[in-house]
């Protein structure tokens, strides 16, 4: 006959101290979730005044730029999260951000932010078209001065377009340049590294 020994005492409190915990983190985590989402209701209770629970291509831009810590936030790129994040208004011709949209654009935004003096730099150089993005010949244009004169690939154009053109529009904008130019400059980081092996 077996004889099932009984949980050691220790054991027993390990497991309610880790059951405890989870408990714990979960409810930080509901808390969390709870304060974030009446902060987006919030924002857009004071900036959306049109139409209620809603943000109008107007009111995005303002509140963007209040983010921005005032600097000017081009049509364009307003234009860009309105498609890639809203969804189309029932009442007119356009697309509006609600509270369900606004957690991701404003991630995507955060991070935007940072670097929009660099894109502006690079948009400047290379977007000879003049709509602040860059298509495909613009794309591999700057990857070869990125890539010290070196000519690339067609295969590594396709690489960037894919990595930066989030908004599926055949071309990247300024919103999304930043994502191709930390992914092509790790490429070419790369590449020197395997230059320097191979020299030694």
């Known amino acids: 006959m077996v004889t099932i020994q009984p949980t050691p005492p220790v054991r027993n409190e390990q497991r309610r101290e880790r059951a405890k915990k989870q408990r714990q983190a979960k409810c930080q985590r509901q808390a969390a979730e709870c304060k974030e989402r009446k902060n987006r209701e919030a924002t857009i209770e004071e900036y959306g005044k049109l139409q209620p629970g809603k943000l109008m291509p107007d009111e995005l831009k303002e509140l963007l730029t209040d983010l921005a810590d005032g600097k000017a936030i081009q049509d364009a790129d307003v234009n860009y999260y309105l498609k890639r994040f809203g969804k189309p208004n029932e009442e007119s011709a356009t697309y509006v951000i609600t509270k369900?949209?606004?957690?991701r654009l404003l991630n995507h935004f955060s991070q935007y932010v940072g670097v929009m003096d660099?894109?502006?730099d690079i948009l400047a150089k290379y977007d000879t078209t003049k709509k602040r993005a860059l298509n495909r010949d613009e794309v591999r244009q700057w990857m070869v001065d990125a890539n010290n004169g070196f000519d690339v690939t067609d295969e590594e154009v396709y690489r960037v377009m894919m990595h930066g053109d989030m908004a599926q529009t055949g071309q990247i904008e300024a919103p999304e340049l930043n994502e191709a130019v930390v992914w092509w400059d790790a490429q070419v980081l790369n590449k020197n590294s395997l230059?320097?092996?191979?020299?030694?």
């Open 118 to 120: 660099t894109t502006a």
């Open 100 to 103: 369900n949209e606004l957690k």
């Open 195 to 200: 230059c320097g092996c191979f020299q030694q």
